[in-house]
């Protein structure tokens, strides 16, 4: 497999050949600043052409498939449109915060970008609590949306962050204990030891029953985090026409927008992390032939490609599904998934101690 | 119908009688409330059943008929309430009695300015409430002057009138709050995606729980009533398909078959098996729509492209014959406009082979789905005598066990012959009223197989004089519109034109009956309910 870590040496040795040591950082910082938004943008874009290409062939339907081939360029012009759209001030709004309130939900999906296992090497920041970091900084999203629904001065959205607060509160637990199931059983929080761990089977299979509860729960309240069918109370148009979101315009709402697909690639590449071996091919222990081809392909493609396919899992979700209502989903969340979950973090820990994974 | 009579006169001696197709009692306006009350309480009279409230100016008098049913004898009966005073006139009201009683009787002062001494809302219903005058009068000023388009937004008032008579007579008006000031009032509609047009609910909540709803009505009001005066009957007709625009062709059968019954003309076998064929066609389209919409309502869009593939099918074999996919024009008096399309025969049986199969992948996909369960089981529950009292007529009024299809109590056309079942659940919550419009397009597509092989020879269309004059009187018919029972009123003084054309549609009580039904729900629930009460909002505000 090819170890990104050479290239990013490389350029680390060759910037610090011409220019000083704190230079040299903060260029790489730029540079990854950089590369950080691009690779945010064209995923952004690439996702929405994706559901709607997803969703169309549920529906019947054909999807965007005038603009580039296949559509391709569709989600660029609607880019380009939301950019050129003016942004609309209210009267009586908490201007502050109703302009600050996007931004801190983009921030929150931008940082957790950083901890993810891109590829072999490919990675922002290696530092030993990486999960820990990832459930940190996700949960300033919530706090964007509660700004966003507040600010707005309007019953609406007010009662949509309410309810997106209850929600994220909840779910954030499921999400935190099918996390921590899985951190037992890696032994660490540091991303790449995670993957590393992974390198003969992913842990899906070697966790067998403690961890395949642990991803359907995880699934679950993943989606839920992110707003999204079945869970899309917050902002289920039928009822509150938009939710926290009504009032923005532009690219003001072009940013919850974005992170709401972001959040998704975001679930999704967690999922593959912590369940489906992160950037590590599929392997099995003995098939060494088998596991050679797997490394034929390149790191980068095993990430993308598995987040992208537990996505299509969750835009299944939301085509399918109709929508639950707010007492539903608080008695979801905590009359079954928080009790399986501690039940399946205490068997998890038995297997561990007893040794009866793979 | 005597015996009726013989009761009646014994309850209330000065009471006098008019035979028609409806027999009708006279009765003076002190006398009418307590007579409401026998009619309605009565075991041998039981009109529990409040078809509707037909306001009426007589130039000399002013007045009210009320059109009664009784469900358990399933007998008619019209009831005559008049009054001398053109300034201030006032009648009794019967809120009490009849729940949607409220709700007519506010409809009747909107057009023609009759207070309701005991209705506890006298607010206008369809016009602002700075509108002058009172159209349907026929002294009504209709000049231009008097009620300017305003380019300010319309006045709201929290207040509401009410009329109470104290013990000497004398009638007083307060003032009451519709809403207290604490309440925390949340504006849905007019423009809101899950009103279905555009109906505004002011609803009254305490976190997510509904505390009350105001329903606010008019915003599509099109005076179709006051404009129908001025037409001759062919004309009338046209407006019949911009009432409920998903299912036109019941309501034309209607209008056609109370003028041809004025006129006394006989239409051939023909065009009656076509207009029972496009009934039930579109009887099956709009619940198709109806499923679509109510799915996308609680966030499963998917469904509606579903649903919709059939209706398209619908609507294009109607395209065919009709040469229009939305308002027909399709059905006239004598008949129908134009003779089946060759093709119709064949599109119809390609439609019954795929819809048993479309069928099964809905219940497949969301009846059975456990979040749609939750999400509708137990939700909005409407017993058996609340939808009656409402008047909640057709799918909705049968979910809550009400036997109410006008094709099986009172059959017209050529129903009496056909082998269907009328489709009655127990539950009353929004999962039986979604389960029986599922049933009913089964039923509907029986009906269908029943005629597509044997529609008889003969003209499509009588010949019928091209002035067309009715003979004095007056005729209420029914029919069963895809969304419950639909009447209209028709009284001629000899004229090519109506004296006075009501139509009573089902959406009105429907959409009333929302507060009932909601208080103590989740706003989630408002929308589980209103669309599984599924109106139409052109259909209730005409």
């Known amino acids: ?358 | 119908m005597a015996n009726i009579q013989e009761t009646i006169a014994k309850l209330l001696p000065e009471a006098t009688f008019e035979e028609g197709d409806i027999l009708m009692v006279n009765v003076p306006d002190a006398k009418w409330h307590n007579l409401a009350k026998e009619l309605k309480e009565n075991k041998d009279l039981s009109f529990d059943f409040l078809v509707t409230i037909v306001g009426m100016d007589w130039t000399e008098t002013l007045g009210c008929i009320y059109y009664l049913t009784s469900t358990k004898h399933n007998t008619h009966l019209s009831v005559k309430v008049t009054t001398d005073n053109r300034e201030k006139p006032m009648l009794h009201s019967v809120s009490d009695l009849w729940k949607i009683a409220g709700i007519f009787e506010r409809e009747v002062y909107d057009f023609f300015g009759i207070v309701f001494i005991g209705n506890p809302d006298m607010r206008r219903l369809f016009l602002s409430i700075d509108w002058k005058g009172y159209p349907l009068r026929k002294d009504y000023d209709e000049s231009a002057d008097l009620n300017p388009v305003t380019t300010e937004s319309e006045r709201q008032s929290d207040f509401t009138d009410t009329y109470v008579e104290t013990p000497d007579g004398t009638v007083e008006k307060k003032e009451v709050r519709v809403f207290a000031p604490e309440d925390f009032v949340v504006n849905i509609g007019p423009q809101h995606p899950a009103t279905h047009g555009v109906l505004r609910f002011r609803t009254a909540v305490d976190g997510e729980i509904i505390k009350k709803i105001d329903v606010y009505m008019g915003y599509i009001h099109r005076g179709i009533e006051k404009i129908c005066e001025k037409l001759t009957y062919p004309q009338t007709l046209h407006f019949m398909d911009r009432l409920d625009y998903f299912s036109a062709h019941p309501y034309h059968h209607c209008l056609c078959m109370t003028i041809e019954q004025a006129a006394g003309i006989e239409i051939s076998r023909r065009a009656q098996v076509i207009r029972v064929l496009m009934d039930e066609l579109s009887r099956i389209a709009s619940h198709c729509l109806f499923i679509g919409t109510y799915c996308m309502d609680l966030g499963a869009t998917t469904m509606l492209f579903y649903t919709l593939r059939v209706r398209e099918q619908i609507l294009d074999i109607m395209e065919k014959t009709c040469g229009a996919r939305m308002t027909f024009n399709y059905e006239c008096i004598g008949g129908v406009m134009q003779d089946l399309h060759p093709d119709f025969v064949k599109d119809v049986k390609a439609l019954l082979e795929v819809l048993p199969k479309n069928i099964k992948e809905y219940n497949k996909i969301f009846t059975g789905n456990v979040i749609a369960k939750n999400r509708m089981e137990g939700v909005g529950y409407l017993s058996h005598e609340d939808a009656i009292n409402w008047s909640v007529t057709g799918p909705s009024g049968r979910a809550s066990g009400w036997a109410c299809d006008v094709r099986k109590t009172d059959p017209y056309s050529i129903y009496s012959e056909l082998d269907f079942e009328q489709v009655v659940r127990e539950e009353g919550d929004s999962m039986a009223r979604f389960k029986v419009r599922m049933s009913e397009m089964e039923q509907s597509a029986k009906i269908i197989s029943q005629l597509i092989d044997n529609i008889p020879d003969g003209e499509y269309c009588v010949k019928v004089p091209k002035v067309l004059k009715l003979p004095v009187g007056r005729w209420f018919r029914t029919v069963e519109g895809c969304r419950g029972t639909f009447g209209i009123y028709l009284e001629s003084n000899g004229d090519t034109k109506p004296y006075r054309l009501k139509i009573a549609p089902p959406c009105l009580p429907a959409a009333s009956v929302v507060d009932h039904i909601t208080r103590g729900s989740k706003i989630a629930d408002l929308i589980t309910i209103g669309g599984s009460l599924d109106y139409i909002v052109p259909d209730m505000d005409r």
């Open chain 1, 1 to 358: 497999m090819f170890d990104f870590s050479i290239l990013t040496e490389w350029i680390h040795s060759t910037l610090l050949g011409f220019m000083p040591q704190w230079l040299a950082v903060t260029t790489e910082c730029v540079l990854i600043g950089l590369v950080l938004l691009l690779t945010y943008s064209v995923l952004a874009l690439f996702y929405i052409w994706f559901e709607r290409k997803v969703c169309a062939a549920f529906q019947c339907r054909l999807g965007p498939n005038r603009v580039g081939p296949f559509g391709l360029l569709q989600s660029v012009a609607d880019m380009f449109k939301i950019l050129i759209k003016e942004l609309i001030s209210l009267k009586h709004t908490d201007k502050f915060l109703f302009a600050l309130a996007p931004y801190l939900v983009i921030l929150a999906s931008m940082l957790a970008f950083a901890v993810l296992p891109w590829g072999n090497g490919l990675q922002i920041i290696n530092f030993n609590i990486g999960i820990f970091f990832l459930i940190a900084v996700s949960s300033i999203g919530v706090l964007g949306i509660l700004l966003a629904g507040w600010s707005s001065n309007n019953k609406f959205t007010l009662i949509g962050a309410m309810r997106s607060g209850a929600q994220m509160v909840s779910y954030e637990l499921s999400i935190g204990l099918s996390v921590l199931t899985m951190v037992a059983f890696a032994g660490t929080m540091n991303v790449v030891e995670i993957v590393e761990e992974q390198s003969n089977l992913w842990f899906i299979f070697s966790g067998h029953i403690p961890a395949i509860i642990a991803f359907i729960i995880y699934l679950i309240a993943g989606t839920a985090e992110t707003n999204r069918g079945p869970f899309d109370l917050p902002e289920a148009e039928s009822e509150l026409t938009a939710g926290y979101h009504t009032e923005y315009s532009g690219i003001h709402f072009g940013f919850f927008y974005l992170a709401e697909y972001l959040n998704l690639f975001i679930v999704s590449g967690v999922a593959t992390l912590l369940f489906f071996g992160g950037w590590m091919p599929l392997h099995f222990p003995g098939w060494d032939g088998f596991n050679a081809i797997m490394d034929y392909i390149p790191s980068v493609v095993w990430f993308i490609g598995k987040a992208i396919a537990l996505s299509f899992v969750i835009i299944w979700f939301k085509w399918t599904f109709p929508r639950l209502r707010i007492d539903q989903m608080l008695a979801l969340e905590w009359k079954y998934l928080l009790p399986i979950n501690l039940f399946n973090l205490v068997l998890m820990v038995l297997i561990i101690v007893y040794g009866l994974h793979f």
